[in-house]
Each structure stands twice: as C-alpha cells, then as structure tokens.
C-alpha cells in the first residue's frame, strides 16, 4: 500500500475551512479519502467541573491533543485503523465514543491549529491556509453559535474578543507563513478550489 496523501487545511474560526474541505471531500467520490478534524482531539476534561470546562481556552494549542492525533495520523499512514475520540460540545469534555477511521488515500487534517505544529506540518504533503477577512468571520461565528449552539449575541462577542480574536493573531494567522497555498475568501475562491482538486487528481493518477 502506498503512503496516503495528507492535506492539511487550516485558517480562522468562521474562516470557510470546513467548507473548502467538503468541497474537496466532495469533487473525489469515487475515491478512498476522509477528514479528519483536529476539534476531535480536544483533551478530556472529565476530572473538571462543568463551570471549569466552560472557562477553558479552545482556541490555544494546550486545549487540543495533538500528540495523540499525530500517533494516529502516523498509524494511519502506515496503513492501520485508528479510533479517533468524539468530543461532546454540550459536555464540554469528550464522550465514551470513538469511530473507527479505515486507511485511506486522501486524508484531509483540518482545523484552526493544524499547522501550529510542526510535528503535525511535517507530516502533510500540501498544506493550505483559508484567508478570510475578520469581519467576515466574526458575523459567521454569531449566526452559527446562536443558531446551532443556542448562545446569546453578548456571549459571542464577549468570546470573540476576548480569546477567540487574540488567539488568531498569537496562533494561527502566523501559521499561514507555512503554507503552500493561501486560499482567500475560502470556499467562493473556485479557481483556488479547482487548482487543488487539479493538483490531488494528478496526483492519484499518478498513484494508479
């Protein structure tokens, strides 16, 4: 078996990433490739109390377990399954669930932190970076946490301002530098979109 391909794809909360790789997910269906997300890897933080779970810090490379989503990303390249955790949002901590990810061509690591490290960046083969203007993603961030998450206009911006923003600019906006490509606007950039789907089937055929 050859070694999968792995995209990382990163960019500001609200910023479109998601999206750019479903789009991606999306233009392959005939082809054995997944997403992983980093969120997926948020520590376990059963030993605290639901009030100490809410003040924790999401948006901070401590919140994450990325040594543990690096060990599977490597099982993974070697060909065997993994079972990665399910975080539970409303819980604040991670659930008694896992899912079983099969080995597979394409793997796609998305999420606002993934090429903050360099043990993570190290193991992609091409990385991108979603460029969307502040604004933009702040007035995505409160549709979708008032609407999917039930949360108050004040506690949205309350959090933006005061992690979500500062951990943007001390985190990831920096990372973008390691980048291979910047895709601005996210998602409504089809020319960026088309260029990478070009670049991942040239590359499968290749394979073939």
């Not at 203007?133 to 301002?161: A, F, H, N, P």
């Not at 601005?184 to 990478?196: C, F, K, R, Y």
Request: proline share 4%; aromatic share 8%; net charge negative.
């Amino acid at each position: 078996m050859k070694k999968p391909i792995i995209i990382g794809v990163t960019g500001g909360s609200g910023g479109g990433k998601t999206s750019v790789s479903r789009a991606i997910l999306a233009n392959f269906p005939d082809e054995k490739i997944a997403m992983i997300e980093h969120d997926s890897y948020y520590k376990d933080q059963a030993h605290l109390t639901f009030e100490e779970r809410v003040k924790t810090n999401y948006d901070h490379p401590l919140a994450f377990d990325t040594d543990l989503m690096i060990e599977q990303i490597k099982e993974l390249l070697e060909g065997r399954p993994v079972d990665i955790p399910v975080y539970d949002y409303a819980a604040h901590t991670r659930s008694n669930q896992i899912y079983r990810q099969e080995p597979q061509d394409v793997f796609i690591v998305e999420g606002i932190l993934v090429l903050e490290d360099k043990r993570l960046r190290d193991l992609m083969d091409i990385k991108l970076f979603v460029d969307t203007d502040d604004d933009v993603r702040i007035i995505r961030r409160i549709k979708r946490d008032m609407v999917e998450r039930g949360r108050s206009l004040d506690s949205v911006i309350d959090q933006y301002l005061g992690v979500v923003k500062p951990m943007y600019h001390q985190f990831i906006e920096p990372s973008k530098r390691y980048a291979d490509i910047i895709i601005p606007e996210g998602v409504s950039n089809t020319v960026a979109i088309d260029l990478i789907n070009t670049k991942i089937a040239a590359i499968l055929r290749e394979r073939k």
